[in-house]
């Protein structure tokens, strides 16, 4: 059993190395050579030694933690992103703190105010945003905030996105070019940078291709709400013959929608795109013509982000828009005249 008087000056006797050895083992990203490294472990296992974590955090004044701020856990498309975020972090000594927030800024930043008494070391924003007044107050303070899959007019937050607008437009010349024309979009949520621009690109690429959206919806980035809003558009008699949902998970519950109460094929009755390519979105019984994040490339861009500003302890904004890619799946089809 561990014996919490164990102390590093103990290990160090035993192991034949200096104090600061000891320290250097059991601090990610120092450099201790093979040797001296197994000879201290060693000696921690024999005396039931544990590093006091807090102990040299108010020594040298970091944390080693990063709040993460998320609010749609339930979409697939974050589990996957906290996963690689804390697995990037580990390897270079950091921990993860997760907050849930609602998508209010008053209400997420009375969580950031919470995050803060933590005494993080930065903060990552999924999907999420926050006030002006609660930036500059982190900025103040030396704290990196980084928004992840989010941006913000304030010019002094720092973000990390796809190009949303990019994608909106490839997907409406997608359905445009596949002989689609009555065309649908299932909207997320409305104060969402992202929902902005994912609405405009499609639109622009319908303008370019001489067409109007032919009927809209808000889904709010909501599974039931997604729901409720298929079922509005399809429940006239001239329906659309595609539709984009703002992103996959929404565009999972309107095929659910579509096929089983409505009874409409997809994609002989329906095409349907998304917009994220999570996992799901390759399984057969989905098989979602989507666009995809680059989750991998937005996780180390965020990382590096926050590293470099806590390295230079002072703020480094930076924005990063990052290129995704168009995803042909079944879900989709091409027709030769409009019906």
């Given at each position: 059993?561990?014996?919490?008087?164990?102390?590093?000056?103990?290990?160090?006797?035993?192991?034949?190395?200096?104090?600061?050895?000891?320290?250097?083992?059991?601090?990610?990203?120092?450099?201790?050579?093979?040797?001296?490294?197994?000879?201290?472990?060693?000696?921690?296992?024999?005396?039931?030694?544990?590093?006091?974590?807090?102990?040299?955090?108010?020594?040298?004044?970091?944390?080693?933690?990063?709040?993460?701020?998320?609010?749609?856990?339930?979409?697939?498309?974050?589990?996957?992103?906290?996963?690689?975020?804390?697995?990037?972090?580990?390897?270079?000594?950091?921990?993860?703190?997760?907050?849930?927030?609602?998508?209010?800024?008053?209400?997420?930043?009375?969580?950031?105010?919470?995050?803060?008494?933590?005494?993080?070391?930065?903060?990552?924003?999924?999907?999420?945003?926050?006030?002006?007044?609660?930036?500059?107050?982190?900025?103040?303070?030396?704290?990196?905030?980084?928004?992840?899959?989010?941006?913000?007019?304030?010019?002094?937050?720092?973000?990390?996105?796809?190009?949303?607008?990019?994608?909106?437009?490839?997907?409406?010349?997608?359905?445009?070019?596949?002989?689609?024309?009555?065309?649908?979009?299932?909207?997320?949520?409305?104060?969402?940078?992202?929902?902005?621009?994912?609405?405009?690109?499609?639109?622009?690429?319908?303008?370019?291709?001489?067409?109007?959206?032919?009927?809209?919806?808000?889904?709010n980035f909501d599974y039931r709400t997604a729901q409720m809003a298929a079922r509005t558009?399809?429940?006239?008699?001239?329906?659309?013959?595609?539709?984009?949902?703002?992103?996959?998970?929404?565009?999972?519950?309107?095929?659910?929608?579509?096929?089983?109460?409505?009874?409409?094929?997809?994609?002989?009755?329906?095409?349907?795109?998304?917009?994220?390519?999570?996992?799901?979105?390759?399984?057969?019984?989905?098989?979602?013509?989507?666009?995809?994040?680059?989750?991998?490339?937005?996780?180390?861009?965020?990382?590096?982000?926050?590293?470099?500003?806590?390295?230079?302890?002072?703020?480094?904004?930076?924005?990063?828009?990052?290129?995704?890619?168009?995803?042909?799946?079944?879900?989709?089809?091409?027709?030769?005249?409009?019906?």
């Amino acid at each position: 059993m561990a014996n919490e008087k164990v102390t590093s000056l103990e290990v160090a006797a035993l192991a034949g190395v200096s104090q600061s050895a000891v320290s250097r083992v059991f601090t990610a990203g120092s450099s201790v050579s093979q040797k001296t490294a197994e000879k201290v472990r060693a000696a921690a296992a024999q005396l039931g030694y544990r590093p006091n974590v807090l102990a040299r955090s108010l020594k040298s004044g970091k944390s080693r933690i990063i709040g993460l701020v998320v609010a749609y856990l339930e979409n697939y498309f974050y589990p996957e992103m906290v996963e690689r975020l804390s697995t990037e972090l580990q390897k270079v000594g950091y921990h993860v703190l997760i907050f849930l927030a609602p998508q209010t800024s008053v209400n997420v930043d009375q969580v950031i105010r919470e995050i803060l008494d933590y005494q993080v070391d930065g903060i990552v924003m999924a999907s999420v945003s926050m006030s002006s007044d609660l930036a500059a107050r982190c900025q103040e303070t030396g704290i990196p905030v980084v928004l992840f899959n989010r941006a913000h007019e304030d010019k002094n937050l720092s973000s990390v996105t796809s190009d949303n607008f990019a994608g909106g437009k490839a997907l409406a010349d997608y359905l445009c070019a596949t002989g689609h024309s009555r065309i649908a979009y299932i909207a997320g949520f409305a104060g969402a940078s992202t929902q902005a621009d994912r609405e405009a690109g499609f639109r622009a690429g319908l303008a370019d291709a001489g067409q109007d959206l032919f009927a809209r919806a808000d889904g709010n980035f909501d599974y039931r709400t997604a729901q409720m809003a298929a079922r509005t558009l399809f429940a006239t008699q001239r329906r659309p013959d595609a539709v984009f949902v703002a992103n996959d998970h929404m565009a999972f519950a309107v095929m659910d929608v579509l096929r089983f109460e409505l009874g409409l094929r997809v994609p002989e009755d329906v095409s349907v795109v998304g917009f994220d390519d999570v996992p799901p979105a390759a399984w057969p019984a989905y098989n979602l013509t989507t666009y995809r994040q680059r989750v991998d490339q937005m996780v180390q861009e965020t990382v590096d982000m926050l590293l470099a500003w806590i390295a230079a302890d002072q703020p480094k904004v930076s924005r990063v828009v990052l290129p995704g890619e168009l995803v042909i799946r079944s879900s989709t089809r091409r027709i030769g005249i409009a019906r």
